[in-house]
């Protein structure tokens, strides 16, 4: 596959997903003909082609690892995650841990606060109560009765 082609694939992806250095490198890496798998010297072009491809992305800010986790972390955060299983989810992803307790030592200093009000978004998501939770039981009690 020539740089253009796998540029233009590249750009379509990023039009319409958000992705990592990691995530794209995949993406590229599947578009690759099934005959070039089994060709050593094809295969190791087609994957230079890929970093160039990634690096120019890289360059001009169109693939940023730094602004994808912190959209990633404010989104999970927003669902009601807790900070363990965002990094999981980010290192899943293909994320180093260095850069994921980096955004989150300088964006998110106090971890159980942060924690805490993702429990309170979950909480409002699944809109759950205290008091519907205490008035429930008190009628689950009345019947039992």
């Known amino acids: 596959m020539t ?3 796998l540029a233009k694939i590249a750009a379509y992806y990023l039009s319409r997903y958000a992705a ?13 003909p099934k005959d070039q798998l089994f060709n050593e010297i094809k295969l190791k072009e087609e994957h230079a082609q890929i970093e160039k491809v990634i690096l120019q992305f890289k ?11 912190l959209a990633r972390i404010k989104k999970l955060h927003h669902r009601g995650k ?4 965002i990094k999981f989810d980010l290192k899943k992803k293909g994320i180093s841990s260095s850069i994921i307790d980096s955004i989150f ?16 978004q979950l909480a409002r998501r699944k ?3 205290l008091e519907d939770l205490n008035s429930k039981k008190e009628k689950w009690r009345e019947k039992q009765i």
């Open 20 to 32: 990592s250095e990691e995530s794209l490198r995949h993406v590229l890496r599947r578009r690759i």
């Open 105 to 120: 030592k300088q964006k998110f200093s106090n971890i159980e606060a942060f924690d805490l009000s993702g429990a309170i």
């Open 82 to 85: 807790s900070s363990y299983a």
């Open 59 to 69: 360059k001009s800010g169109l693939v940023d690892d730094k602004k994808y986790n």
């Open 3 to 5: 740089y253009n082609k």
């Open 127 to 129: 809109k759950l109560h």
